[in-house]
């Protein structure tokens, strides 16, 4: 850290501190005790990288730039240079976002200085890994070459065999970057070398400007070079780093680049091309899909209550289950994925147990099953947005080659939830255009260059894939109801809604744009004679559950169409309900009669169920009718059965209940299940749940410190860089009794003093309880601290507000 940066920094203003520290709110986490500490923290290799990372392309080739050119540079110059790299003239508008994007990076600290000397800031130049594409500079290239090696070099490149190896070490280093830093020298040396060679260099040029060969600590003289790269390596144009490796002299790639910085530049991120979409229709086809989705995490839960899939032991859910999951959501096996993943992360799936446990519906399900469409699907849209799970990758391979199902821990990825915002905030600043994937690509690496990884180009892929899927978009457009869940850009926490505005001009939220584009939920269907039922469009949820026990879903589409038979009825009467109050909840939902043949249907199949009753001998089997239970033991195929009569109406067996019903109604009877009491089971589809928790996690994502926070933190640095720079004793602690107050009037007298920056007297108790005199400066007070400038320690430090006695007032 440089003294002149601590310098330019404590002549900043208040203003531009306060800055400094909203745009990089790490630096005072925790407060710094002084400026000095301050500059420490702001140059620091961790501080700068996060620095470094939230700049665009733009923004970063200004800090390359400086960071390339030596010394101080003026802001002529630098405009100079950076317009060389402009494909076209400098206008006005690159001088005007040039000076803007100085200015900001002058208030992130990542530059410093007036406009006749910027430089970049300590620590910058040691975090750019290889700025603008280009190698070290030559003094680090050739640092781990023999002395008498260099002292070659030096006779070579200056073409005067009669030289010495005197001045080798460090001397040499620098007189061997001397050379290479003087344009007509290295101009010579590429024009002596073969076009072989020179083909070599231009591949170089724009990076990455290392390369490899075998041999390259080979020890050649340019006299004697006979391959391409002995001819480069014998003039220095380029040098050994390795066995095998090579790198391009920073000073001979900006000769062969005519000595411009960046190839191409412009201010301004690259236009999002795509097709062109009505809004209002992208909207519709979002609240459709929004719909469909919402619907079909609800049929998950319910399916999922009756029949629960099993917990791997290595945790997630097992191909197979996943595979008959798709198969009765009638879905591919990555929508169902991505349906599983979004229901665990808001928490309405969890696993009953990490042994022999289930994946079931939590008491969540039950409360998000009750709300509206339009809150339902807000929930689950805003757990996708901020999961750090990534569904897209269910059925590839780890880097073990294990296989990664759904609902595995190894599904979590830390940039998958930054990646969907920054997605979803680029299809937000191009309305009703719903752009390519290589487009959204070519925009995310301008808006963040040092980002780039090699999964985030899938992580994007997969953002759009399942934005379309959940109904965030329509068509590939951002729908308005999706912008509304992006955080607003100026932070805050509440939604932004560029789509619309409320009363008062508050944002509107993403439930209220979604509530007129939905479907409305039809209470009837037509009954037919074909023994089925046609839903024209989506049920309430109490009749679509009620169907779903009574009848079979045959096909879906724009209309659904269900199926009774027998078995259906049988279900629905096992679950509790009578042939009359089928008969009537037929009769309510249909807006046709009820046809005679499912009204047979209905009538004959209760009348035979549950004329036979089964309970526990392992089992039992009971029957008013001793003609029914001969026809039984006479049946061949109720010999694995093993029955055994016991009286003209009861026989017992050694099959379970479960199993004997089963085995009873495959033989076409119509067997009920009954209590040890008599009374008969009433077998409930939807009771299953687990207390387990989801363990999916949102990260956690903070927007900055609060204004007052900002200027508080300030104070307090300016507080303690005064008494640093000072160098003042400690005042010593007021005579008397120790101060004593209410905690309420303490805290009120605390944050009075915050606001009006004056000192106080407190009593505060120190770790073994004995009660000390403090005169303090406030600067914050969070989280049950204060956080001050102690005047009788000459030092920030933090109170914990418990342990203060008592307030009062400096005489």
Not at 96 to 102: D, G, I, N, R
Request: aromatic fraction near 4%.
């Amino acid at each position: 850290m440089s003294t002149e940066f601590t310098e330019w920094l404590r002549g900043r203003s208040d203003d531009r501190l306060r800055a400094l520290v909203s745009v990089r709110p790490e630096l005072i986490t925790p407060v710094p005790a002084h400026l000095e500490g301050l500059a420490g923290r702001a140059s620091s290799p961790s501080a700068v990288g996060r620095a470094l990372d939230r700049l665009d392309r733009f923004s970063l080739a200004v800090v390359e730039t400086l960071a390339v050119l030596p010394g101080p540079v003026a802001y002529r110059s630098l405009r100079a240079q950076m317009a060389r790299a402009l494909p076209g003239p400098a206008d006005p508008e690159f001088q005007s976002a040039l000076k803007e994007t100085v200015e900001r990076l002058r208030t992130m600290a990542l530059i410093y200085g007036p406009d006749r000397a910027l430089a970049p800031a300590p620590g910058v130049r040691e975090v750019l890994d290889a700025p603008a594409g280009l190698g070290p500079p030559a003094v680090e290239a050739f640092r781990h070459h023999p002395a008498e090696r260099l002292a070659e070099l030096v006779q070579d490149v200056t073409g005067d065999d009669t030289g010495s190896a005197e001045g080798a070490g460090s001397a040499t280093k620098e007189t061997l970057a001397a050379l290479l830093a003087d344009e007509e020298i290295v101009g010579r040396l590429v024009e002596e070398v073969s076009p072989q060679a020179r083909s070599a260099l231009n591949e170089l040029v724009w990076g990455p400007a290392s390369g490899r060969v075998p041999n390259a600590r080979r020890e050649v003289r340019a006299a004697t070079a006979q391959s391409p790269i002995e001819q480069l390596l014998s003039r220095a144009l380029l040098a050994a780093t390795g066995e095998e490796t090579v790198v391009l002299p920073r000073e001979v790639a900006l000769f062969l680049r005519g000595g411009r910085v960046h190839r191409d530049l412009s201010p301004f991120p690259p236009a999002t091309e795509g097709t062109e979409r009505d809004r209002r229709l992208a909207d519709r086809t979002a609240a459709g899909q929004a719909f469909t989705f919402t619907r079909a995490v609800e049929e998950l839960c319910e399916r999922w209550s009756v029949d629960p899939p099993g917990v791997l032991r290595s945790g997630g859910l097992a191909v197979r289950d996943l595979k008959r999951t798709a198969g009765l959501l009638d879905l591919p096996e990555w929508v169902a994925g991505l349906i599983i993943e979004v229901s665990y992360a808001t928490g309405l799936i969890a696993a009953s147990g990490t042994v022999d446990g289930d994946w079931l519906p939590t008491p969540v399900y039950d409360g998000w099953r009750v709300k509206s469409t339009e809150d339902r699907w807000v929930m689950l849209a805003t757990a996708w947005l901020t999961m750090d799970r990534v569904p897209g990758v269910i059925g590839e391979r780890d880097e073990r080659d294990r296989l990664l199902n759904a609902l595995h821990p190894d599904l979590r990825r830390p940039a998958a939830a930054e990646v969907r915002a920054t997605t979803l905030g680029i299809l937000a600043s191009t309305p009703g255009v719903a752009p390519t994937p290589d487009a959204v690509r070519e925009r995310l690496a301008w808006e963040q260059p040092r980002r780039r990884g090699g999964h985030r180009d899938q992580l994007v892929e997969f953002t759009l894939r399942e934005a379309e899927q959940i109904g965030v978009t329509g068509l590939g457009a951002l729908a308005a109801h999706g912008r509304a869940l992006l955080p607003a850009p100026s932070g805050g926490g509440n939604l932004a809604a560029p789509a619309g505005q409320g009363g008062g001009g508050r944002p509107v939220s993403a439930a209220h744009l979604l509530l007129p584009l939905l479907p409305e939920p039809l209470d009837h269907v037509l009954l037919q004679a074909d023994l089925t039922a046609v839903a024209p469009g989506p049920l309430t949820g109490d009749l679509r559950r009620w169907l779903a026990v009574a009848a079979e879903v045959e096909s879906t589409g724009g209309a659904t169409v269900y199926r009774f038979d027998e078995r259906s009825i049988r279900r629905a009467l096992d679950a509790g309900q009578g042939a009359d109050e089928l008969l009537a909840m037929l009769e309510r939902h249909s807006t046709t009669p009820v046809p005679q043949p499912l009204s047979y249907l209905v009538t004959d199949v209760a009348r035979r169920h549950g004329r036979m009753r089964v309970g526990t001998a392992s089992a039992y089997v009971r029957c008013d009718d001793p003609s029914l239970l001969d026809e039984v033991m006479a049946d061949k195929r109720a010999i694995p059965l093993r029955l055994r009569r016991l009286a003209p109406t009861v026989i017992a067996s050694k099959s379970s209940r479960p199993a004997l019903v089963d085995s009873l109604r495959a033989m076409g009877y119509a067997p009920a299940a009954e209590s040890l009491d008599g009374d008969v089971i009433i077998t409930q589809l939807d009771v299953r749940r687990t207390e387990g928790t989801s363990a999916g996690r949102s990260p956690v994502t903070f927007n900055g410190h609060e204004a007052d926070v900002v200027a508080a933190a300030v104070r307090a640095v300016r507080a303690g860089d005064a008494a640093y720079q000072a160098r003042r004793a400690p005042v010593a602690a007021p005579g008397g009794q120790v101060p004593r107050s209410p905690a309420t009037a303490t805290i009120t007298a605390l944050r009075e003093a915050i606001r009006q920056g004056s000192q106080v007297w407190i009593g505060y108790l120190d770790s073994q309880g004995n009660a000390t005199s403090r005169i303090l400066e406030p600067a914050r007070m969070e989280g049950g601290y204060l956080t001050a400038y102690d005047e009788t320690r000459a030092a920030v430090h933090r109170f914990a507000l418990h342990r203060i006695t008592g307030i009062a007032d400096i005489v």
